[in-house]
Protein backbone atom coordinates (compact mmCIF):
# COMPACT_ATOMS: atom_id res chain seq x y z
CA UNK A 1 0.00 0.00 0.00
CA UNK A 2 2.33 2.35 1.06
CA UNK A 3 4.78 0.85 -2.15
CA UNK A 4 2.15 2.39 -4.43
CA UNK A 5 1.50 5.59 -2.69
CA UNK A 6 5.38 6.11 -3.03
CA UNK A 7 5.08 5.25 -6.89
CA UNK A 8 2.18 7.95 -7.21
CA UNK A 9 4.26 10.40 -6.31
CA UNK A 10 6.81 9.57 -8.03
CA UNK A 11 4.37 9.54 -11.52
CA UNK A 12 3.22 12.88 -10.54
CA UNK A 13 6.39 14.61 -10.22
CA UNK A 14 7.93 12.74 -13.09
CA UNK A 15 5.05 14.42 -15.04
CA UNK A 16 5.07 18.05 -13.82
CA UNK A 17 8.92 17.77 -14.63
CA UNK A 18 7.92 16.55 -17.81
CA UNK A 19 5.32 19.53 -18.73
CA UNK A 20 7.67 22.25 -16.60
CA UNK A 21 10.23 21.30 -19.53
CA UNK A 22 7.88 21.31 -22.64
CA UNK A 23 6.79 24.72 -21.32
CA UNK A 24 10.52 25.81 -20.80
CA UNK A 25 11.10 24.35 -24.32
CA UNK A 26 8.58 26.27 -26.53
CA UNK A 27 9.48 29.67 -24.87
CA UNK A 28 12.90 29.11 -26.33
CA UNK A 29 14.07 31.34 -29.04
CA UNK A 30 15.14 29.01 -31.25
CA UNK A 31 15.36 31.34 -34.18
CA UNK A 32 19.24 31.10 -34.49
CA UNK A 33 19.16 27.03 -34.23
CA UNK A 34 17.32 26.07 -37.64
CA UNK A 35 18.18 22.55 -37.61
CA UNK A 36 17.17 22.28 -33.41
CA UNK A 37 13.72 23.96 -34.52
CA UNK A 38 12.07 21.73 -36.73
CA UNK A 39 12.97 19.01 -34.25
CA UNK A 40 11.52 20.62 -31.29
CA UNK A 41 8.31 21.73 -33.41
CA UNK A 42 7.99 18.15 -34.61
CA UNK A 43 8.41 16.81 -30.99
CA UNK A 44 6.41 19.63 -28.98
CA UNK A 45 3.29 20.51 -31.63
CA UNK A 46 1.79 16.77 -31.14
CA UNK A 47 2.01 17.17 -26.98
CA UNK A 48 0.87 20.95 -27.22
CA UNK A 49 -2.20 19.66 -29.52
CA UNK A 50 -3.19 17.06 -26.99
CA UNK A 51 -2.61 19.15 -23.91
CA UNK A 52 -4.82 21.76 -25.63
CA UNK A 53 -7.47 19.16 -26.63
CA UNK A 54 -7.58 17.45 -23.19
CA UNK A 55 -7.59 20.97 -21.44
CA UNK A 56 -10.70 21.61 -24.00
CA UNK A 57 -12.87 19.03 -23.01
CA UNK A 58 -12.11 19.01 -19.13
CA UNK A 59 -13.57 22.63 -19.47
CA UNK A 60 -16.54 21.23 -21.62
CA UNK A 61 -14.82 23.14 -24.29
CA UNK A 62 -15.51 20.60 -27.16
CA UNK A 63 -17.70 22.13 -29.30
CA UNK A 64 -15.24 23.17 -31.86
CA UNK A 65 -14.77 19.98 -32.75
CA UNK A 66 -18.48 18.74 -32.52
CA UNK A 67 -18.50 21.74 -35.51
CA UNK A 68 -15.96 20.09 -37.63
CA UNK A 69 -18.17 16.95 -37.37
CA UNK A 70 -21.58 19.01 -38.11
CA UNK A 71 -20.15 20.75 -41.23
CA UNK A 72 -18.52 17.75 -42.59
CA UNK A 73 -22.25 15.81 -42.46
CA UNK A 74 -23.40 19.54 -44.34
CA UNK A 75 -21.14 19.68 -46.65
CA UNK A 76 -21.96 15.93 -48.03
CA UNK A 77 -25.85 17.06 -48.12
CA UNK A 78 -24.79 19.70 -50.03
CA UNK A 79 -22.56 17.76 -52.04
CA UNK A 80 -25.91 15.37 -52.65
CA UNK A 81 -27.96 18.20 -53.53
CA UNK A 82 -25.68 19.74 -56.03
CA UNK A 83 -25.43 16.51 -57.58
CA UNK A 84 -29.29 15.86 -57.79
CA UNK A 85 -29.75 19.68 -59.50
CA UNK A 86 -26.77 19.05 -62.03
CA UNK A 87 -28.77 16.01 -62.77
CA UNK A 88 -32.31 17.69 -62.71
CA UNK A 89 -30.78 20.68 -65.03
CA UNK A 90 -29.40 17.71 -67.66
CA UNK A 91 -32.55 16.50 -67.72
CA UNK A 92 -33.84 19.91 -68.63
CA UNK A 93 -31.25 20.65 -71.35
CA UNK A 94 -32.48 17.28 -72.77
CA UNK A 95 -36.01 18.54 -72.80
CA UNK A 96 -35.51 21.51 -73.96
CA UNK A 97 -33.59 20.29 -77.22
CA UNK A 98 -36.25 17.89 -77.64
CA UNK A 99 -39.02 20.22 -77.71
CA UNK A 100 -36.76 22.69 -80.13
CA UNK A 101 -36.44 19.48 -82.86
CA UNK A 102 -40.37 19.17 -82.43
CA UNK A 103 -40.67 22.41 -83.02
CA UNK A 104 -38.30 22.47 -85.85
CA UNK A 105 -40.39 18.99 -87.10
CA UNK A 106 -43.63 20.90 -87.00
CA UNK A 107 -42.48 24.00 -89.11
CA UNK A 108 -40.97 21.67 -91.66
CA UNK A 109 -44.09 19.59 -91.52
CA UNK A 110 -46.19 23.01 -92.02
CA UNK A 111 -43.79 24.15 -95.37
CA UNK A 112 -44.37 20.93 -97.12
CA UNK A 113 -47.98 19.81 -96.49
CA UNK A 114 -48.45 19.16 -99.82
CA UNK A 115 -46.31 16.10 -99.74
CA UNK A 116 -46.19 13.04 -96.89
CA UNK A 117 -43.25 13.20 -95.28
CA UNK A 118 -41.04 11.35 -92.84
CA UNK A 119 -39.31 13.64 -89.73
CA UNK A 120 -35.28 12.99 -89.29
CA UNK A 121 -32.82 14.31 -87.59
CA UNK A 122 -28.60 13.97 -88.57
CA UNK A 123 -26.42 11.37 -86.78
CA UNK A 124 -23.58 11.30 -88.80
CA UNK A 125 -21.70 13.23 -91.71
CA UNK A 126 -18.98 13.69 -93.68
CA UNK A 127 -18.64 16.87 -95.60
CA UNK A 128 -15.40 16.36 -96.40
CA UNK A 129 -13.43 18.28 -99.81
CA UNK A 130 -13.51 15.23 -101.76
CA UNK A 131 -17.14 13.59 -100.72
CA UNK A 132 -19.90 14.70 -98.58
CA UNK A 133 -22.63 12.01 -96.94
CA UNK A 134 -25.05 12.79 -94.14
CA UNK A 135 -26.59 9.75 -92.00
CA UNK A 136 -30.33 10.38 -90.74
CA UNK A 137 -31.85 8.53 -88.06
CA UNK A 138 -34.60 7.04 -89.99
CA UNK A 139 -34.30 3.83 -92.27
CA UNK A 140 -36.93 1.29 -94.02
CA UNK A 141 -38.89 0.51 -90.81
CA UNK A 142 -39.99 4.44 -91.40
CA UNK A 143 -40.85 3.73 -95.17
CA UNK A 144 -37.37 5.45 -96.51
CA UNK A 145 -36.31 4.20 -99.48
CA UNK A 146 -33.27 5.08 -102.08
CA UNK A 147 -34.06 8.16 -104.01
CA UNK A 148 -36.26 9.19 -102.11
CA UNK A 149 -35.70 13.56 -101.85
CA UNK A 150 -34.47 15.39 -98.51
CA UNK A 151 -35.53 18.84 -97.50
CA UNK A 152 -34.85 21.12 -94.83
CA UNK A 153 -36.83 24.58 -93.70
CA UNK A 154 -34.69 26.08 -96.06
CA UNK A 155 -34.82 24.03 -99.21
CA UNK A 156 -33.12 21.26 -101.04
CA UNK A 157 -30.83 18.63 -99.01
CA UNK A 158 -30.58 16.05 -101.00
CA UNK A 159 -31.62 12.46 -102.17
CA UNK A 160 -31.63 9.17 -99.97
CA UNK A 161 -28.78 6.78 -101.97
CA UNK A 162 -28.98 3.83 -99.77
CA UNK A 163 -30.64 2.81 -96.36
CA UNK A 164 -30.72 -0.07 -93.69
CA UNK A 165 -33.51 -0.71 -91.30
CA UNK A 166 -33.37 2.07 -89.17
CA UNK A 167 -30.30 4.57 -90.60
CA UNK A 168 -30.67 6.18 -94.12
CA UNK A 169 -27.40 7.66 -96.40
CA UNK A 170 -28.08 10.96 -97.99
CA UNK A 171 -26.23 12.47 -100.88
CA UNK A 172 -26.09 16.02 -100.48
CA UNK A 173 -26.55 18.53 -103.18
CA UNK A 174 -23.20 20.05 -102.26
CA UNK A 175 -21.14 16.51 -103.40
CA UNK A 176 -19.42 16.75 -106.75
CA UNK A 177 -21.14 13.86 -108.13
CA UNK A 178 -25.20 15.18 -107.51
CA UNK A 179 -26.59 17.13 -110.36
CA UNK A 180 -29.99 18.41 -110.25
CA UNK A 181 -32.97 19.71 -113.02
CA UNK A 182 -33.00 23.30 -112.15
CA UNK A 183 -35.06 26.08 -113.07
CA UNK A 184 -34.41 29.96 -112.64
CA UNK A 185 -37.44 31.39 -110.40
CA UNK A 186 -38.24 35.02 -112.44
CA UNK A 187 -36.59 34.22 -116.07
CA UNK A 188 -37.63 30.52 -116.07
CA UNK A 189 -34.61 29.84 -117.72
CA UNK A 190 -33.30 25.77 -117.22
CA UNK A 191 -30.20 25.25 -115.53
CA UNK A 192 -27.89 22.03 -114.82
CA UNK A 193 -27.26 22.51 -110.32
CA UNK A 194 -24.36 20.40 -109.43
CA UNK A 195 -22.14 20.27 -106.63
CA UNK A 196 -18.38 21.75 -106.27
CA UNK A 197 -15.35 19.56 -105.47
CA UNK A 198 -13.83 21.02 -102.48
CA UNK A 199 -16.48 22.99 -101.77
CA UNK A 200 -19.14 23.03 -99.11
CA UNK A 201 -20.87 26.39 -99.74
CA UNK A 202 -21.05 26.40 -103.52
CA UNK A 203 -22.88 25.41 -106.76
CA UNK A 204 -22.07 25.24 -110.31
CA UNK A 205 -24.92 25.86 -112.35
CA UNK A 206 -23.61 24.80 -116.18
CA UNK A 207 -26.00 23.59 -119.52
CA UNK A 208 -27.63 27.48 -119.64
CA UNK A 209 -29.12 28.52 -123.04
CA UNK A 210 -27.20 30.97 -125.16
CA UNK A 211 -30.12 33.25 -124.88
CA UNK A 212 -31.13 32.61 -120.77
CA UNK A 213 -31.81 35.60 -118.91
CA UNK A 214 -29.21 35.53 -116.33
CA UNK A 215 -30.14 37.76 -113.02
CA UNK A 216 -28.27 37.72 -110.17
CA UNK A 217 -29.59 36.81 -106.82
CA UNK A 218 -32.89 35.31 -108.67
CA UNK A 219 -33.38 31.67 -106.55
CA UNK A 220 -33.10 28.52 -108.40
CA UNK A 221 -35.84 26.01 -107.90
CA UNK A 222 -35.84 22.59 -109.16
CA UNK A 223 -37.65 22.03 -112.10
CA UNK A 224 -39.52 18.47 -111.39
CA UNK A 225 -37.09 16.77 -113.77
CA UNK A 226 -35.00 13.60 -113.34
CA UNK A 227 -37.57 11.58 -111.39
CA UNK A 228 -36.20 12.41 -107.94
CA UNK A 229 -36.78 16.02 -106.99
CA UNK A 230 -40.85 16.96 -106.92
CA UNK A 231 -41.47 20.64 -108.96
CA UNK A 232 -40.74 24.07 -107.14
CA UNK A 233 -38.40 23.23 -104.36
CA UNK A 234 -35.75 25.53 -103.38
CA UNK A 235 -32.28 25.24 -104.29
CA UNK A 236 -30.10 28.26 -104.18
CA UNK A 237 -29.76 31.47 -105.41
CA UNK A 238 -27.34 32.58 -108.38
CA UNK A 239 -24.58 34.70 -107.23
CA UNK A 240 -22.07 34.96 -109.74
CA UNK A 241 -22.00 34.48 -113.34
CA UNK A 242 -19.17 33.31 -115.03
CA UNK A 243 -18.50 34.03 -119.13
CA UNK A 244 -16.68 32.12 -121.32
CA UNK A 245 -15.64 32.28 -125.03
CA UNK A 246 -17.45 29.32 -126.15
CA UNK A 247 -20.92 29.54 -124.76
CA UNK A 248 -21.41 25.96 -124.07
CA UNK A 249 -18.58 26.87 -121.41
CA UNK A 250 -20.92 29.47 -119.42
CA UNK A 251 -21.83 28.55 -116.00
CA UNK A 252 -23.05 30.84 -112.87
CA UNK A 253 -22.35 29.96 -109.17
CA UNK A 254 -24.94 29.62 -107.12
CA UNK A 255 -25.12 29.89 -103.34
CA UNK A 256 -26.95 26.68 -101.66
CA UNK A 257 -30.42 27.79 -99.85
CA UNK A 258 -29.41 25.39 -97.10
CA UNK A 259 -26.62 26.06 -94.65
CA UNK A 260 -24.95 22.37 -94.57
CA UNK A 261 -22.60 23.31 -91.14
CA UNK A 262 -25.51 23.73 -89.14
CA UNK A 263 -28.10 21.39 -90.59
CA UNK A 264 -29.49 19.52 -87.92
CA UNK A 265 -33.27 18.06 -89.02
CA UNK A 266 -34.39 17.43 -92.17
CA UNK A 267 -37.73 15.19 -93.94
CA UNK A 268 -37.79 12.91 -96.21
CA UNK A 269 -40.82 13.48 -98.51
CA UNK A 270 -41.97 9.90 -99.18
CA UNK A 271 -44.62 10.58 -101.89
Known amino acids: MHKNKKT ?34 KLVMPVQNGLTYLKNKVAGNNTFFEDINRLKDENEQLKEENEELNKALSELGIIKAENKTLREYANLSDQYTQYTTVPAYIIDRDLSNLSSTIVINVGKKQGVEK ?20 TA ?35 KGTYISADADLILDDEVETSGLGGIYPKGLKIGKLTEI ?30
Open 242 to 271: VEAQNITEKYVIIEPAVDFSKLETVLVIIK
Open 169 to 203: KVLPIIDSSSSISGIMNISRDNIIVKGELGSSNTL
Open 8 to 41: GIIGIIITIIILTALVIITNIDTSKFHIAEGIIN
Open 147 to 166: NMPVVSADGVVGHVISATET
